[in-house]
């Protein structure tokens, strides 16, 4: 929310307005929005029990978001070795 203060302050010259206070109230609201359905992902994706006889197609999004995150790590540390280098 920090990251859109300064559009805000730019764009609405009275800092006491009511759309000033309105766009931070639906942003918080938008955000919480997304944090629920990531939540809602991470649990469907990790679920905390897991039967032997379940059949669930979870196990190709696991694999995706691993990937996704050990290409991430790995270009953030071939980064980080660039400035030893």
């Given amino acids: 929310m920090f990251r859109t203060q300064n559009f805000v302050e730019t764009k609405l010259y009275d800092p006491n307005s009511i759309l000033y206070v309105?766009?931070?109230?639906?942003?918080?609201?938008?955000?919480?929005?997304?944090?629920?359905?990531?939540?809602?992902?991470?649990?469907?994706?990790?679920?905390?029990?897991?039967?032997?006889?379940?059949?669930?197609?979870?196990?190709i999004h696991v694999f995706i978001i691993g990937g996704i995150v050990v290409s991430v790590i790995y270009d953030f540390l071939k980064w980080i070795w660039s400035f030893f280098i």
């Fill in 22 to 59: 309105a766009i931070y109230i639906y942003e918080f609201l938008f955000l919480a929005g997304v944090f629920k359905i990531l939540y809602q992902y991470v649990r469907w994706v990790w679920p905390v029990n897991i039967f032997s006889e379940n059949r669930d197609t979870s196990r």
